[in-house]
């Protein structure tokens, strides 16, 4: 069964950048037609979904994100990561990855544990 | 950009049935899933493209989605069912979430 674990800085600072790293196992990024996600939710909040990179290495952003976000894969360690530039408190958050439960990609099967990202001077 | 809307919260005494709705404009033309999301813990997908339970939910969720709402059915709720559910949409190639409805079981 695929798994995903988040890794990153906890805390960033404002205006700064935030860089995330999803590590997969028990599956492959780069095969299987597979819509690799992230996900935010802050604190006390909803779920917003932010950006997917397919195994061929096209993505897909939120409009309300795409101009301050980049996903990515990592096919040689088998990760994919995200990058949100110029960061605000708005965006602390726990951050989570997330994989389609499976090659239809309507919905989001497997999830990481997730990982809170404080913005914070 | 779609829109999904769902009651903040719902209660729902043990054994009964709890539905939760989840609004938007031609839902039933795409497909919609539910999470469940208790405190502390990453969402768990309890129902997908629609109506299907992916393995190891209970029998007690169910899933239906025509017009405009989708609906997730929890019959004979238990304690264990109390904490806040998520709608989501495929909507042009995005995942759009609802704001979540919070069930707790009296």
């Known amino acids: 069964q695929v798994q995903l674990r988040e890794s990153g800085p906890g805390l960033v600072k404002p205006s700064e950048t935030l860089s995330l790293t999803c590590t997969v196992s028990?599956?492959?990024?780069?095969?299987?037609?597979?819509?690799w996600s992230w996900i935010r939710q802050p604190p006390g909040k909803g779920l917003e979904w932010i950006a997917y990179?397919?195994?061929?290495?096209?993505?897909n952003y939120n409009p309300s994100l795409k101009s301050r976000v980049t996903i990515s894969l990592d096919k040689s360690k088998n990760q994919f990561s995200l990058i949100l530039n110029s960061v605000t408190t708005a965006d602390t958050a726990v951050y989570y990855c997330?994989?389609?439960?499976?090659?239809?990609?309507?919905?989001?099967?497997?999830w990481g544990q997730g990982t809170l990202v404080t913005v914070s001077s | 950009s779609y829109e999904l809307t769902q009651p903040p919260s719902v209660s729902v005494s043990p054994g009964q049935t709890a539905s939760i709705t989840c609004s938007g404009d031609?839902?039933?033309?795409?497909?919609t899933c539910w999470y469940q999301q208790k405190p502390g813990q990453s969402p768990v997908l309890v129902i997908y493209?629609?109506?299907k339970r992916p393995s190891g939910i209970p029998e007690r969720f169910s899933g239906s989605n025509s017009g405009n709402t989708a609906t997730l059915t929890i019959s004979g709720t238990q304690a264990i069912d109390e904490a806040d559910y998520y709608c989501?949409?495929?909507?042009?190639?995005?995942?759009?979430f609802g704001p979540g409805t919070k069930v707790t079981v009296l």
């Open positions: 997330a994989r389609a439960l499976d090659v239809t990609g309507y919905d989001l099967g497997y």
């Open positions: 028990g599956g492959s990024v780069s095969t299987g037609d597979y819509y």
């Open positions: 990179v397919f195994y061929t290495g096209s993505t």
């Open positions: 031609k839902l039933g033309d795409k497909y």
């Open positions: 493209q629609d109506t």
């Open positions: 989501q949409a495929w909507d042009s190639s995005t995942y759009v």
